[in-house]
Protein backbone atom coordinates (compact mmCIF):
# COMPACT_ATOMS: atom_id res chain seq x y z
CA UNK A 1 0.00 0.00 0.00
CA UNK A 2 1.39 3.24 -1.13
CA UNK A 3 -0.65 5.58 1.40
CA UNK A 4 -1.35 4.60 4.74
CA UNK A 5 -4.71 5.31 6.73
CA UNK A 6 -3.81 7.95 9.12
CA UNK A 7 -5.10 7.13 12.82
CA UNK A 8 -7.80 10.34 12.43
CA UNK A 9 -8.73 12.09 9.16
CA UNK A 10 -6.57 14.64 8.48
CA UNK A 11 -8.69 18.36 8.85
CA UNK A 12 -8.48 20.16 5.49
CA UNK A 13 -9.19 23.72 4.53
CA UNK A 14 -10.09 23.76 0.80
CA UNK A 15 -10.15 27.89 0.01
CA UNK A 16 -11.99 28.81 -3.09
CA UNK A 17 -12.03 32.35 -4.90
CA UNK A 18 -15.93 32.27 -5.84
CA UNK A 19 -19.21 30.61 -4.66
CA UNK A 20 -20.60 30.81 -7.72
CA UNK A 21 -20.94 27.69 -10.46
CA UNK A 22 -18.54 27.51 -12.77
CA UNK A 23 -15.66 24.93 -13.35
CA UNK A 24 -13.54 25.41 -10.27
CA UNK A 25 -16.56 25.17 -7.81
CA UNK A 26 -18.15 22.44 -9.85
CA UNK A 27 -14.54 20.15 -9.30
CA UNK A 28 -14.67 21.24 -5.88
CA UNK A 29 -17.90 20.14 -4.73
CA UNK A 30 -16.78 16.86 -6.33
CA UNK A 31 -13.35 16.61 -4.65
CA UNK A 32 -14.87 17.19 -0.83
CA UNK A 33 -17.86 15.22 -1.30
CA UNK A 34 -15.81 11.96 -2.96
CA UNK A 35 -13.26 12.88 -0.38
CA UNK A 36 -12.46 8.88 1.89
CA UNK A 37 -13.62 10.16 4.97
CA UNK A 38 -11.68 8.12 6.83
CA UNK A 39 -8.50 9.86 5.29
CA UNK A 40 -9.73 13.40 5.29
CA UNK A 41 -11.97 16.11 7.00
CA UNK A 42 -12.81 18.54 4.75
CA UNK A 43 -13.64 22.29 5.21
CA UNK A 44 -14.38 24.92 3.16
CA UNK A 45 -13.68 28.31 3.18
CA UNK A 46 -16.04 31.08 0.82
CA UNK A 47 -16.26 34.31 0.04
CA UNK A 48 -19.96 34.64 -0.26
CA UNK A 49 -22.98 33.27 -0.50
CA UNK A 50 -24.17 31.58 -4.03
CA UNK A 51 -24.49 28.23 -5.59
CA UNK A 52 -21.67 26.23 -4.58
CA UNK A 53 -22.23 27.57 -0.35
CA UNK A 54 -25.98 25.60 -1.39
CA UNK A 55 -24.62 22.68 -2.71
CA UNK A 56 -21.95 22.59 0.25
CA UNK A 57 -24.66 22.94 2.83
CA UNK A 58 -26.52 20.19 1.61
CA UNK A 59 -23.65 18.04 1.31
CA UNK A 60 -23.27 18.18 5.07
CA UNK A 61 -19.31 19.81 4.44
CA UNK A 62 -18.80 22.76 7.52
CA UNK A 63 -17.91 26.18 5.37
CA UNK A 64 -16.43 29.07 7.05
CA UNK A 65 -16.20 33.12 5.63
CA UNK A 66 -13.48 34.95 4.26
CA UNK A 67 -12.81 37.57 2.22
CA UNK A 68 -11.12 36.73 -0.72
CA UNK A 69 -8.85 39.34 -3.14
CA UNK A 70 -7.52 38.48 -6.77
CA UNK A 71 -3.87 38.50 -7.05
CA UNK A 72 -3.97 38.33 -10.63
CA UNK A 73 -7.58 39.46 -12.29
CA UNK A 74 -9.07 41.46 -15.74
CA UNK A 75 -9.26 45.01 -13.95
CA UNK A 76 -5.86 44.92 -12.94
CA UNK A 77 -6.39 48.54 -10.99
CA UNK A 78 -8.99 47.07 -9.10
CA UNK A 79 -7.65 43.77 -8.31
CA UNK A 80 -4.19 45.89 -7.21
CA UNK A 81 -6.28 48.14 -4.68
CA UNK A 82 -7.45 45.59 -3.44
CA UNK A 83 -4.52 43.18 -2.61
CA UNK A 84 -2.31 45.83 -1.79
CA UNK A 85 -4.82 47.12 0.77
CA UNK A 86 -4.48 44.71 3.02
CA UNK A 87 -3.04 40.96 2.03
CA UNK A 88 -2.09 40.97 5.87
CA UNK A 89 -5.23 41.21 7.52
CA UNK A 90 -7.15 38.73 4.92
CA UNK A 91 -3.70 36.60 5.62
CA UNK A 92 -4.00 36.77 9.30
CA UNK A 93 -7.81 35.87 9.20
CA UNK A 94 -7.07 32.82 7.16
CA UNK A 95 -4.79 31.70 9.90
CA UNK A 96 -6.82 32.34 12.95
CA UNK A 97 -9.25 30.45 10.96
CA UNK A 98 -6.78 27.63 10.22
CA UNK A 99 -5.85 27.29 13.82
CA UNK A 100 -9.22 27.62 14.95
CA UNK A 101 -10.50 25.17 12.96
CA UNK A 102 -7.64 22.54 13.72
CA UNK A 103 -6.44 22.62 9.76
CA UNK A 104 -3.82 19.92 8.90
CA UNK A 105 -3.41 20.67 5.27
CA UNK A 106 -4.31 23.83 3.07
CA UNK A 107 -5.77 23.49 -0.68
CA UNK A 108 -6.19 26.28 -2.67
CA UNK A 109 -8.84 25.88 -5.46
CA UNK A 110 -7.78 28.53 -8.02
CA UNK A 111 -4.56 30.39 -9.49
CA UNK A 112 -6.25 34.00 -8.83
CA UNK A 113 -6.20 33.52 -4.94
CA UNK A 114 -2.83 33.56 -2.86
CA UNK A 115 -4.29 34.09 0.95
CA UNK A 116 -4.55 30.61 1.34
CA UNK A 117 -1.13 29.90 0.67
CA UNK A 118 0.01 32.66 2.71
CA UNK A 119 -1.79 31.79 5.65
CA UNK A 120 -0.38 28.36 5.54
CA UNK A 121 3.20 29.22 4.61
CA UNK A 122 2.82 31.83 8.35
CA UNK A 123 1.25 28.37 10.27
CA UNK A 124 3.94 25.81 8.57
CA UNK A 125 0.77 23.80 7.24
CA UNK A 126 1.55 21.78 4.03
CA UNK A 127 -0.39 23.67 0.97
CA UNK A 128 -1.72 22.31 -2.30
CA UNK A 129 -2.57 24.62 -5.25
CA UNK A 130 -5.07 23.57 -7.55
CA UNK A 131 -4.11 25.50 -10.82
CA UNK A 132 -7.69 25.51 -13.43
CA UNK A 133 -6.64 28.54 -15.03
CA UNK A 134 -3.84 28.70 -17.88
CA UNK A 135 -2.49 31.74 -16.69
CA UNK A 136 -0.01 32.22 -19.85
CA UNK A 137 -2.15 31.65 -22.27
CA UNK A 138 -5.09 34.44 -20.60
CA UNK A 139 -3.61 37.67 -20.61
CA UNK A 140 -6.44 39.28 -18.06
CA UNK A 141 -4.48 36.45 -15.48
CA UNK A 142 -1.36 38.36 -15.06
CA UNK A 143 0.34 38.02 -11.75
CA UNK A 144 0.18 41.46 -9.55
CA UNK A 145 3.50 39.39 -8.08
CA UNK A 146 5.66 38.25 -9.72
CA UNK A 147 5.57 34.75 -10.21
CA UNK A 148 10.05 34.89 -9.45
CA UNK A 149 9.48 36.64 -6.23
CA UNK A 150 6.47 34.53 -4.93
Known amino acids: MLFRTPKRPIRTLFVSHLSGWGGAEHFLLQLVTRLDRKRFDPVVALPSDGPLRAK ?17 GGDQAASRALYE ?10 ARTMTAE ?46 DEF
Not at 86 to 94: E, Q
Open 56 to 72: LIEAGIPIVNYTASWWV
Open 102 to 147: RIELVVTNTTVSSEGAYAAERLGLPHVWILHELATRIPALTPLVPP
Open 85 to 94: DGPDGRIAFL
